[in-house]
């Protein structure tokens, strides 16, 4: 039994497992996990570990795991079979000059979306944005509020992201504020009060402002970025990065 602090109610209480992305989005495999701090320190060498259940941690309680996942799961992953779709008819990383069509429940995306990055950020996120915790727990409410953009890119990178809110100053343009979930075909990203850290991402904090019943067709311009390093908002090509450095990752990470 794991106690603690629930990521989006804030109480204390018993935690259960929460998938991220949920279960049925390709996230019932093992997976290998391996800390980035090893990968950065020549001193601080660690092997990793496999979780057996996919992608995910102890975050959430029972009722706001129950929750969320009724109202919203089903939707998202509706959202990522189509993802993987349109990335499967791509052969290669670049940023669409076509609308691709999706047929989507818009809010219960976007609320799912934050559940996940409830649960990858820390315990105290829900303290410091009440508004979204209100938001994602009554599943009726509409509107994004504090500073908060949700965007969203395709990838088929072998790589699992997982970035709490960070900042990154990117010489020539500026200071960022985000998080980012990227878990092939999707890569999602957070901005709080901050300009998106790429052009390119497409933007669909818009989601936010459809009713919970409400299910169209929207043409959506998703690039397909690479993301060939395990390093948050990274979208350089191989070329970009090195060759020499691209073998010494995959080396590292026996890819
Ligand atoms: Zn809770």
């Avoid at 497992?17 to 989005?25: G, W």
């Avoid at 933007?203 to 060939?228: H, Q």
Wanted: overall charge positive; glycine content about 4%.
């Amino acid at each position: 039994m794991v106690i603690g602090k629930c990521h989006i109610c804030g109480l204390e209480k018993e935690l259960t497992f929460e998938h991220v992305p949920p279960k049925k989005a390709f996230n019932d495999k093992p997976i290998f996990l391996k800390m980035m701090e090893s990968l950065l320190s020549e001193t601080k060498k660690t092997k990793g570990k496999t979780n057996q259940r996919g992608f995910g941690e102890y975050t959430l309680c029972k009722k706001c795991n129950n929750e969320t996942g009724a109202w919203y799961a089903k939707s998202y992953i509706d959202f990522v079979y189509q993802s993987f779709c349109f990335l499967s008819k791509l052969s290669e990383p670049k940023q669409n000059q076509i609308l691709l069509p999706f047929h989507i429940y818009p809010l219960r995306i976007i609320k799912q979306i934050i559940c996940m990055f409830f649960s990858v950020n820390g315990n105290l996120f829900c303290d410091i944005h009440p508004n979204l915790v209100s938001f994602v727990l009554n599943k009726e409410k509409i509107r994004l509020k504090c500073g908060v953009k949700i965007y969203c890119y395709l990838t088929n990178t072998t790589f699992i992201k997982r970035c709490g809110i960070a900042s990154m100053i990117i010489q020539d343009k500026g200071i960022f504020v985000f998080s980012e979930i990227t878990y092939a075909p999707l890569g999602l990203i957070m901005t709080i009060d901050s300009k998106p850290p790429d052009d390119r991402l497409c933007d669909i904090s818009y989601f936010a402002n459809y009713e919970y019943n409400y299910c169209d067709t929207f043409f959506l311009n998703i690039p397909f970025l690479p993301a060939n390093t395990p390093f948050p908002i990274d979208f350089r090509t191989e070329k970009e990065i090195g060759y020499e450095n691209i073998k010494k990752i995959k080396h590292y990470f026996n890819i």
